[in-house]
């Protein structure tokens, strides 16, 4: 696994000129400091709020600088209802054709207890271009979402276990608002977690 922080969009990116890679959470604007640190972004995390057109205006808003995010990180609950559904495959649907042409995906990053639902009501619509952002904070059904699991989310004292046994080797954020502090808990994290080339179980 690679360990990167997770900052704030808002946040001067000059002390953290060093990486060569991080995460963002879209706080409603952009420091324009990203647009020329020449740091890659390898996520953009949106905050949580109503599957809507609201939803579907803060992602554009956050893709229209265009940082070259490899994945739009989306918030989800299960639909609780015929309606909810309805909902949130109505604002799924722009997304997924604002993103059209580019290289970013969409990553749902379930709520506690609703991956699995989530995983179904894709299932039925044949949605295949979305996957899965693992949180540990949430925890929840790694397995339901583990053949679709394109980023994941932790903790410097998270165990990381179940992501080491599906052989899951690529990027994990983990929040950060100090550049020392970070740098130290990121090769603590490299060191006790070494890359897994192969998963114990197959998804």
């Known amino acids: 696994m690679r360990f990167l922080p997770l900052l704030s969009s808002t946040q001067n990116p000059d002390p953290w000129i060093s990486c060569s890679a991080v995460e963002l959470t879209w706080d ?5 400091g990203w ?6 972004i390898h996520a953009l995390h949106l905050p949580s709020q109503p599957w809507s057109e609201g939803l579907v205006i803060t992602a554009i808003e956050a893709l229209r600088p265009r940082l070259g995010a490899d994945f739009l990180v989306i918030p989800a609950e299960a639909p ?5 559904t309805f909902q ?13 042409g580019r290289s970013v995906k969409i990553a749902l990053r379930p709520s506690a207890g609703s991956a699995a639902a989530l995983v179904k009501v894709l299932k039925e619509v044949r949605c295949d271009a979305v996957g899965y952002c693992w949180d540990q904070s949430v925890g929840g059904d790694l397995d339901a979402i583990s053949d679709r699991l394109f980023c994941a ?6 165990d990381y276990a179940a992501l080491q ?4 080797r690529w990027n994990v954020g983990i929040p950060a608002t100090d550049p020392t ?4 808990t990121i090769a603590h994290l490299e060191a006790t977690h ?8 197959t998804p």
Do not use: K, N
């Open 35 to 40: 647009l020329r640190s020449g740091i890659a």
């Open 80 to 84: 609780r209802d015929r309606t909810a």
């Open 181 to 184: 502090e970070a740098s130290q």
């Open 88 to 100: 949130f495959l109505g604002a799924l649907e722009p997304l997924l054709e604002a993103l059209a």
């Open 165 to 168: 046994r599906l052989g899951y």
């Open 153 to 158: 989310v932790g903790s410097p004292d998270a």
């Open 28 to 32: 409603s604007e952009l420091h324009p």
């Open 194 to 201: 070494p890359m897994i080339y192969f998963p114990q179980v």
